[in-house]
């Protein structure tokens, strides 16, 4: 299948995070008919990661099957691909398979690919792919980087945060407890948490994501909760500690995440960059040294305009070719 076909037929897969089982079987079935042996790597009922090997693998190519919603089907004109993960990473999925068929192509072999379930949320495809870690040297992810190597990406720490007051007529103030005005409280002190710098990663940003509470508009709210999601460039304890000083003993709280930092290897000939955003990378330690690159912008990933330049997919075709090869040499 073309490659600008391949991404297509995968978009028009709806595979919202949890719902992947049809997009694994499509492409199971594609790799396998492509002369691929095909593992299934069941992360829970319905969801299965595929791991398509040629020989021995010693390099791989990986990237991510699900998307976040709502599901967008796909679009076509003369420079783009449009829909929801012809970015992020269904154009990057076709990219690296017909990557694949190109170097199977020309005899090369002892490589593999490996597309995950989950990596919007939590990476559970990613970690449960590092239980059982085949003895590869390099694994090349995918992710929009608008085809540039990416010599570092950010980490994650989320903590969601519930406050509790008591209800009352909003007439009389006075016989209730803002759960929200807590809340409030508490967000604008982490917001003038001081945030760590690294001369590579750059600066550490927060965002508050979800504010949610209240039950009317007359009545004191009884309950409130947000969610907040640091991107970090160091180790997180000296944040962990900061943010605790804040929360403890004031709201219910939870660190839901924590995802460090990485730095990934890079060569001379690419452009690279550092990227805000975290990946499926920091979760599969087991699986050699990691790479980051893929067309496509994150600035549009996520966006209801998701799209990706076709030349940026064939262009990528021939990166992830020629990495696989260098890569190779070094081993």
């Known amino acids: 299948m073309e490659l600008f076909e391949l991404t297509k037929a995968l978009v ?3 595979s919202i995070t949890g719902n992947e089982k049809a997009c694994s079987e499509f492409i199971a079935d594609y790799l396998e008919k492509q002369g691929f042996e095909i593992t299934l790597q069941q992360v829970e009922p319905g ?3 595929v791991f398509a090997t040629l020989g021995r693998p ?7 099957m699900d998307t976040v919603p709502p599901f967008i089907p796909a679009g076509e004109d003369d420079e783009w691909v449009y829909g929801r993960g ?20 020309e005899g090369v072999r002892d490589f593999a690919m490996l597309f995950m379930v989950g990596e919007e949320i939590l990476s559970d495809g990613a970690r449960k792919a590092n239980e059982q870690p085949p003895d590869v040297k390099y694994i090349i992810n995918g992710e929009p980087t608008e085809n540039k190597l990416a010599v570092g990406t950010k980490g994650i720490l ?7 007051g008591k209800a009352a007529h909003s007439a009389y103030p006075e016989m209730g407890e803002s759960a929200i005005l807590k809340l409030l409280d508490i967000l604008e002190e982490i917001r003038r948490i001081p945030l760590a710098e690294d001369p590579v990663m750059g600066s550490a940003t927060v965002n508050i994501g979800v504010i949610e509470g209240g039950k009317a508009i007359n009545v004191i709210p009884d309950r409130a909760a947000a969610k907040v999601l640091f991107r970090t460039v160091n180790d997180t304890s000296e944040l962990r500690e900061r943010v605790e000083a804040v929360v403890k003993g004031r709201c219910e709280y939870e660190f839901i995440r924590d995802t460090k930092p990485i730095r990934t290897e890079h060569f001379d000939g690419f452009e690279t960059e550092v990227v805000s955003y975290s990946t499926d990378l920091p979760s599969l330690t087991r699986w050699g040294r990691p790479l980051l690159l893929g067309p496509g912008s994150i600035r549009v990933a996520h966006t209801d305009h998701e799209r990706v330049l076709k030349s940026e997919l064939t ?8 990495l696989v090869k260098e890569l190779k040499k070094r081993i």
Request: hydrophobic share 40%.
């Open 58 to 64: 010693d390099v791989v190519l990986s990237t991510h």
């Open 86 to 105: 012809s970015c992020d990473a269904k154009g990057i999925l076709a990219a690296e398979v017909i990557a694949a068929q190109g170097l199977k192509a």
């Open 158 to 164: 989320r903590i969601d945060i519930e406050t509790r």
């Open 47 to 49: 969801r299965s990661n």
């Open 315 to 322: 262009h990528a075709v021939d990166l992830y070719k020629r």
């Open 12 to 14: 028009n897969i709806e």
